[in-house]
């Protein structure tokens, strides 16, 4: 599907975006690991986290709601799954395979994770080297899924400290180590996202700047409800659209503020950003709060370093708003992002010099020298739902249209995006 956005004076509207989809996730793998009913309120309709519903029934649990907004688990504990040997699709989502492989490792029940071609293009090493080292057998091909992990093994607890910044990563071991011997403790030099640590109660130790994570068979996990806050990763694509676009007042309710995914909310305002924060509340543990957001001047900016993990989700839209700064944005750190659904750093770049944008690449980021005039043309989402999003923002700042092709793909996240969008224009 191509999608056709058209410059717009102005924005206007309260966005009812979908749930966080890291918390989706985690919230539907936790209730499986549970013994007893949970109730996920909000649970969103997208790709992603229907692809890790998918793989639970596969495994046999009990899915016993799954309507529009409800999903109703019966979790049976975590030593209930069952496998009929059939590979398990985890679709585009690198948050199913990397988690998931930690509970079919720590089970003994191994299996055979797959997924599509962007998610067997994606680097898997990072999570086979700490399982192996906790005795699990697993056969990869060439560094990349399908992840075939050998039944029977049983594992025994590490200490890990994380080479890259990666949630994903510290999950899985994390969720391994719910069935290891011993202790399981990750050390996380650089904070990333920590839902998993937050909704499973593990404890957390801070040794200097680093954080200390530990998990292990009697670490329980026990059976909730919860009302999923909205996505801020999904809110940072209206933050931004809001602000570039000359008119207009947009309004995001019940947006998830965990402060470990919240950095690009500190950019933006460093950049020049009027984003108001109002009715900030707690669900399930989470920060919430709603955001409201008016048009203004950009000034460019530099990011690197430790923010760069808690905004990684959120650089292609930062470098909308770059484009749109006056003066020289750069961010670098952020290799990650080769690695992401599709090579961002490529994709950022091709995109944003097709539609008239001054930008350098780095192997680990890029420049870009604001206010160049963005003229419209087609783009393409390089299949990668943030990617087809950011550049629907950024068609509404260039000059007559511009076309994303295989712009569909924002299901992954965001299945109402150009709904949502068109909305936001037609009340302008
Ligand atoms: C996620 C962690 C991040 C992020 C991804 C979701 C998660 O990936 O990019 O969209 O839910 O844990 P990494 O852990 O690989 O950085």
Known sequence: ???????????????????????AHR???FAALAEGTSVIANFPDSADPRSTLACLRQLG???AEEHPGLVV?????????????AAIDCGNSGTTVRLLSGILAGSRLGGTLVGDASLSQRPMARITEPLRSMGAEIVLQGGHAPMQIRPGRPLHGITYTLPVASAQVKSCILLAGL???????IIEPVATRDHTERMLGLSIRRVGSARHITSSQTTRVKPFSVNLPRDFSAAAFFLVAGTIVGQ??????????????TALLAVLRDMGADIRISGQTDAGGEPVGDLEIHPAALQGITVGGTIVANLI???????IAAACARGRTVVTGAAELR??????IHAVVQNLRALGADIEEFDDGFAIEGGAPLVGTTVDSFLDHRIAIAFGVAGLVAQGQTTITRADVAEVSYPDFWQALDRCVARS
């Open 1 to 23: 599907m191509t999608r056709t956005v058209a410059e717009s004076a102005a924005l206007r509207g309260t966005v009812a975006l979908p749930a966080d989809k890291s918390i």
């Open 27 to 29: 919230a539907a793998l």
């Open 61 to 63: 649990v009990d899915i």
């Open 73 to 85: 688990i019966r979790g049976q504990g975590r030593e209930a799954f069952s496998t009929s040997g």
């Open 179 to 185: 069935y290891a011997s011993g202790q399981t403790t």
């Open 248 to 261: 207009g007042t947009v309004r995001l309710p019940g947006v998830g503020l965990n402060p470990t995914r």
């Open 313 to 319: 989700d959120e650089l292609p839209i930062l470098a």
């Open 339 to 344: 690695v992401k659904e599709c090579d961002r």
